[in-house]
């Protein structure tokens, strides 16, 4: 230690700093805007954001983005019938749900890409098998337009492909929103690493906001 | 009457090493058959069944029943291939989940793979055999 006090130095500061008020970042397109307040022009930082949305969840309630205010959520895309990644990814979201379960301020939307087979009744078959009960993982359908033109907003591939495995094609990303709606971070969820992470980012993101 | 005493046990001796090898033989067949058939269970079955065969809650069963696996041992290659479309009970609970078919994987990649399952997570099925599952193939319930 007596050869190296800067280091010492350094390493403190380094730690120091971990750990105190860290913030997320802000992902998605960006565009700066200027606006008239009080006489001044001040400019400002629009952000992307996840446009108004409405769809049909497991118990064929219609959910929109309004179910969604008040609170932080974790978005996804799967199908219940699909072979390859989403099993791992429900198993991880399961893992989320179980660490926040009655947090009001946390919520986990899965958009189903299977917009023919996965109907309400199906999706309900499925996250009843999976073990979820009440509402804070919403499982919800949509038209295909309407299904495939969120995920763009949301930032993760998805397309009907009959040559990938069920048919579909997609990306494993959990996204995490915040109550404004901006995306704060993206996940594969289908590594146990990058799920920790993501329960983590969530508690530093509630902090925002208390 | 000594000299065949010495001949019998001699005899005694050596059916029994070669008895020995030829359980050594099978021993590192499935041995092979073990570590051929953990990678192809990881690409191919643990998404669902898991990395130790636990399933997922009530929706994909899991590999540790082994009363199950031995009462329908001449099934699963049948299971594995063409996959299930009927209800099954697994460790005492209802499974409705379709499993899906995997007509990619020949008699030898299923012998693997049923290899694998077949002595881990608490199972002890021993050497599952290509001609095994080429057999259990033949007699497959087509289920529409």
């Known amino acids: 230690m007596k050869r190296y006090p800067s280091l010492f130095l350094a390493l403190l500061f380094l730690i120091a700093c971990s750990q105190g008020n860290k913030k997320l970042p802000i992902l998605g397109e960006r565009e700066p805007i200027s606006k008239e307040i009080g006489g001044k022009m001040v400019s400002d930082t629009v952000y992307q954001t996840i446009p108004p949305f409405s769809f049909i969840n497991q118990d064929s309630s219609i959910i929109t983005n309004k179910t969604f205010d008040n609170s932080i959520y974790v978005a996804d895309f799967f199908f219940t019938s699909c072979p390859s990644i989403c099993p791992i990814m429900s198993k991880n979201l399961l893992k989320v749900l179980d660490k926040y379960k009655g947090n009001k301020e946390v919520k986990i939307l899965s958009h189903s890409i299977d917009t023919k087979y996965d109907t309400p009744w199906v999706l309900k078959k499925y996250a009843t098998k999976l073990g979820v009960e009440g509402d804070q993982w919403q499982f919800v359908h949509g038209s295909q337009e309407s299904i495939y033109g969120i995920a763009d907003k949301y930032m993760v591939y998805a397309k009907e492909n009959s040559s990938a495995p069920g048919g579909f094609e997609h990306q494993g990303w959990l996204i995490l929103i915040d109550k404004e709606k901006r995306i704060r971070g993206a996940y594969d969820g289908t590594n146990d690493e990058q799920v920790s992470q993501l329960m983590s980012d969530m508690d530093i993101l509630l902090k925002e906001y208390h | ?144």
């Open chain 2, 1 to 144: 009457m000594r000299n065949s005493l010495i001949l019998i046990l001699f005899i005694c001796v050596i059916v029994l090493i070669i008895g020995n090898a030829c359980q050594g033989e099978e021993e590192i067949k499935k041995a092979q058959f073990f570590t051929n058939g953990k990678s192809l269970y990881a690409s191919n079955c643990e998404n669902c069944h898991g990395q130790n065969g636990e399933g997922l809650s009530n929706l994909y069963p899991p590999l540790t029943d082994t009363s199950f696996l031995r009462e329908h041992q001449n099934q699963l290659a049948c299971f594995v291939k063409y996959g299930i479309t009927k209800p099954l009970e697994v460790d005492n609970r209802k499974f409705d989940t379709k499993m899906p078919a995997n007509n990619h994987l020949t008699n030898q990649e299923i012998a693997y793979i049923l290899t694998y399952i077949g002595n881990s997570f608490g199972n002890k099925l021993g050497l599952i055999s290509t001609e095994e599952i080429s057999a259990s193939l033949k007699n497959c319930e087509i289920v529409e």
